[in-house]
């Protein structure tokens, strides 16, 4: 059985008025301002799309996917944690994450937890990738997200946004690839100023190939979500897309336009990041962790 009102959720976010100069001043932390994630944005012709994405720097592009994974490690503990566990597709009444009952769906919470762990680890791996180290989360540039209200009482909701994520964070990884691609080719021929000149052709080349790797996960998420929601095929896409993103800092189709509504208090009520990060070791579940490293 389908779900008419899937998408639903997202559509005030679409409306919601982006303060992108609020954006670029809190995360001035790593001295940038860029992340990713959110609504589908149209296209742009490929010399503007080129034009972009040649601006985005190395450490823009990372600290983009920080927040993002941030945002999608909050996502899914309040997912967890919220009235929607008590669907029947999930724990069922009266269960919760770690307990469900007869009239709930293990496998489906399962499938919540194991994001839950990935989202983390995935976090964990792009702040390694700034900073040398895992721990300092407090550092990271939001420490708060905004969802819609309602976002985690009902199953509807609570899919139409993970649906909405998935496919950006989809189109964000994809975008990515594209970019460390080229810049692993200009590294090649030594055209490559500023700050991302120090990297050679072939850590370009790994981080493309780290990047794909977490962009299969995220589209198990995004079946996984369709699984949970009886949408049949689950596997409805030939290719995964872009969803409209033609670069991730720069330009008016970047990842950071369609992050904004949820970083913006008008969007509905706030979450802690420390509370998620807090509870993943209580909610996780054994996930195979062996990160692309050549």
């Known amino acids: 059985m389908t779900n008419p009102n899937i998408d ?23 001295g940038l301002g860029a992340a990713v994630s959110g609504i589908a944005l149209s296209g742009k012709p490929a010399q503007a799309q080129e034009s972009a994405q040649s601006m985005d720097t190395t450490a823009e592009i990372l600290t983009a996917f920080l927040i993002a994974e941030d945002l999608a490690t909050t996502f899914y503990y309040n997912g967890l944690v919220g009235g929607v566990i008590q669907d029947p597709n999930l724990s069922g009444p009266g269960g919760t ?14 499938y919540l937890r194991a994001a839950l762990t990935e989202e983390f680890i ?30 985690f009482a009902t199953l509807a909701n609570f899919l139409g946004i993970l649906n909405a994520l998935e496919n950006a964070f989809i189109g964000a990884y994809l975008t990515a690839v594209q970019e460390f691609s080229n810049k692993a080719a200009s590294a090649a021929k030594g055209t490559l100023t500023g700050p991302d000149a120090k990297y050679s052709s072939a850590q370009y080349s790994l981080l493309a190939k780290q990047f794909a790797s977490i962009l299969g996960i995220e589209s198990e998420h995004r079946v996984l979500g369709r699984v949970i929601g009886n949408e049949n095929p689950a596997n409805n896409l030939v290719y995964e897309s872009v969803d409209g993103l033609t670069s991730i800092y720069n330009g008016t189709s970047s990842a950071v336009v369609a992050l904004t509504p949820f970083l913006t208090e008008s969007t509905g009520p706030a979450y802690s990041l420390a509370t998620a990060i807090s509870a993943v070791p209580m909610l996780s579940v054994e996930v195979t962790d062996v990160a692309i490293y050549s």
């Open 8 to 30: 639903s959720p997202i559509a005030n976010i679409a409306q919601t008025r982006l303060d992108r100069r609020n954006f670029f001043r809190k995360a001035g932390y790593f």
């Open 97 to 110: 994450a770690r307990i469900v009952t007869s009239a709930g769906n293990f496998g489906n919470v399962d």
């Open 122 to 151: 995935h976090a964990n791996f792009l702040r390694i990738a700034l900073t040398g180290s895992q721990n300092n989360r407090t550092a990271d540039p939001y420490q708060t997200f905004y969802f819609p209200d309602g976002t």
